[in-house]
């Protein structure tokens, strides 16, 4: 159960991911280890593409790499095994060559998030050269603005 929304015309698409916790996720404690919440953000922005229309593969095959540059997380609070976790993505930037996800974790019926973070990730040609974000990319991404670098989702 995924979706893809778009808040209205001013603002770039939110996409909705779930996850449920398993037991590997979790440490001797029964918390979620906080490693896995960087694999909870890359499920979460592949569905962000995919519901845009243009899964990763599709970026890939078209010859760029988006690596990324930068990450970190804030903790609120836990999550333990077996909970079902609403992940809310969208992306706040756009650059030249490089744009910035950001991410809030619910458990699923409350409002209140548990996680939030950010990746960033730059735009590499397959040679692995910095390459501009092609337009067919930023025309997707920020739909809104596609051309204007550096607009501000939240």
């Not at 243009?54 to 988006?66: A, D, F, K, M, N």
């Not at 993505?89 to 996800?101: H, L």
């Not at 050269?129 to 670098?149: E, M, N, Y």
């Amino acid at each position: 159960m995924r979706q893809t929304k778009s808040p209205d015309a001013s603002q770039a698409p939110v996409s909705t991911s779930w996850y449920r916790v398993l037991y590997v996720d979790t440490d001797t404690m029964g918390i979620v280890n906080n490693g896995h919440y960087f694999r909870f953000f890359e499920l979460a922005r592949n569905d962000f593409l995919r519901h845009l229309g243009l899964p990763y593969s599709e970026v890939e095959r078209r010859g760029i790499r988006t690596p990324l540059t930068e990450a970190g997380a804030h903790f609120f609070a836990s999550f333990h095994y077996d909970d079902l976790i609403r992940i809310e993505c969208w992306i706040s930037q756009v650059k030249r060559a490089s744009f910035r996800f950001e991410y809030l974790l619910f458990l699923e019926g409350d409002a209140s998030p548990r996680v939030s973070g950010h990746t960033v990730h730059a735009t590499l040609a397959e040679d692995l050269r910095v390459v501009k974000i092609p337009d067919w990319l930023r025309a997707t991404i920020c739909p809104a603005d596609a051309g204007q670098p550096g607009r501000a989702r939240r």
